[in-house]
Structure formats: structure tokens, C-alpha cells
């Protein structure tokens, strides 16, 4: 399944005085440049859903998101590409106005089905009953390209890099699947740090695999931002001209800098950051916000 050009990634270094200071070096992962529609993690955590979906008979893709889905827009645009009839189920009553994530997909032939918040909490268990009802021949992917095969696909972020090269690895976690999926294609002796996005998650350290998740950086929540993270996006992309999306990445760079500040990784690490896409969602916010 391959429908997209990873050769578009790049790796690129951040010079900081921060990072000089501290002697550490960071490097960024852009899975965000794969391509222009299907950014990032969203393409790697599709490609075995949609080789599940090939190799059966069914009719077409159903999925699940929000107004400003990076998932859903991703999934329209990939199923436009492979001529897969695609519907999106889109939380909340349907807008006057549809959200541009969700005009984008309409364009790519997703047909939106608008389902109640209550609903919605329940498209796992109750109401998908009635989804499979309504939708008896449809491929299911979970919100976000969750589960095991989306776990898979974002294992496969690794695979563009020389992991020898990196004793810490960072990324964004919202269902997870993403981290799941590189700490086990990781190295034993790397460290794999996720960054939490959503609110009321603690901190966990797994010392079996590794792993770190970090809760202190959502910023109030979901899709919730300050002036602060707004702030050091803008910074950031000065710095380095490097974009950010203020749902995951940006709090996720914002993290990474805090944590060197406060001397959490020793002298001579070598960071790999993985920018996980979801640019488009930058289009929610007021236009003057950010200075890119
Ligand atoms: C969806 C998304 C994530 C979160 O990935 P999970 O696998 O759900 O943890 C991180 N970054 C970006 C840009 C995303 O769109």
C-alpha cells in the first residue's frame, strides 16, 4: 500500500544557543512534509487499515472525527486517492458553517454523517451497533486510525531514520497508538518520551520498556492553547523555521525545550523529535495569531 512518498521527509537540525549550552543535539523528524493533504502520523497509522480494507470485499471506509480532524481529512483525501468510497462520522450536531477540515473532505468525497455528542461517546460501544446497521458492508477504522494495525503503520516512522543515531526519542500522544508503535520499533537503549495532549493524565515512567509519558504540558486540554504556547510556536518557527500545530506539536517542541531547561536529559543526548503533522488545523484559530 503505498500511495504516498516518504521520500519527502526530512530530518532536520535545530541550532539554539539552548541546545549548545546544554550540549545536547535535536533533531526533527518532518513526517509533516509527506504530503501536502495526509500529514504525518495520520498516513502511517492508516496503511494497514487500508491493506485490511483491500483485502476484503468491502464497500468503503467509515470513520470517526472531530470538526478539525487531522484524521478525517487524512482518510478523505487517501480514499479519494485509491478510489475508496469513504464516510466520515462527525461529532456534534452539523454547522451552518462547516469547519475547512471538514469542507476539504467533503470536496475529497466524504460523505459527512453529523452524530450527537452522546452518541458519539458511544460510536465504541451502543451506537456502533447501529453504525454497523446503517453501514453492513463498511470497513471500520477507529477514531484517529487506532488499534493494533495503526500501531503497526507508526512503527514504521522509524524506518526513516538511522535509530542508532538518537538515545531519546519525542512525540505527541493523544489515543497513543503513535507511541505505542515506536516504542516497540525502538531500541532497547533509547529512551522513547511521549508528551501528553489531553488533560488528566499523569506522568508514568515504564521501566521495562523505556518509556516516559509526560501530563504537564497540555496547556488546559484538548485543542485548548494560551498565549504562552501561542507565543513559543511563533518563536520557534523564527528560530528554526520549523511550523507547529498548537493541538500536538507545538505543545510538544514547547515540552522538549522545557525539559532541556530543566537539565532532564544529561550532556551529550542526542534528541530525535518526531513532527507529527497537523498543520491544517492551525486554520481554526484567528488569522493573525500565528506568524506563519
Ligand atoms: C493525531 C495526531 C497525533 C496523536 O497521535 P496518536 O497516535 O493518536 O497518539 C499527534 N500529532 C499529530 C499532528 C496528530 O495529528
Redesign the pocket.
Known sequence: MQAIDLTNASIDKVELSLLQEKNIKLSVLRIDKIHPVIS???WF?LKYHLENYVANKYEGILTFGGAWS??IIASACTCSMLNIKSTGIIRGEEPKNLSATLQFAHLFGMQLKFISRENYKQKNSLYLIELKKQFPNFYFIPE?G?GES?EKG?GEILDLVNKENYTHIAC????????RGICKSSIPTQKIIGIEILKGLESTTNPISNAITIGEFHFGGYAKYTSELINFMNYFYEETKIPT?F???GKLFYAVMELIKKNKFPQGSKLLVIH???LQGNDSLQKDMLRF
Do not use: L, R
Request: charged share 10%; proline share 0%.
Open positions: 504525518g502520523n495520520k497509522k487531522n484524521h484517529g487506532s495503526g507508526a505527541a500522544i493523544g489515543t497513543g497508538t503513535m507511541f500545530d493541538v500536538y506539536t507529527s503533522g497537523g
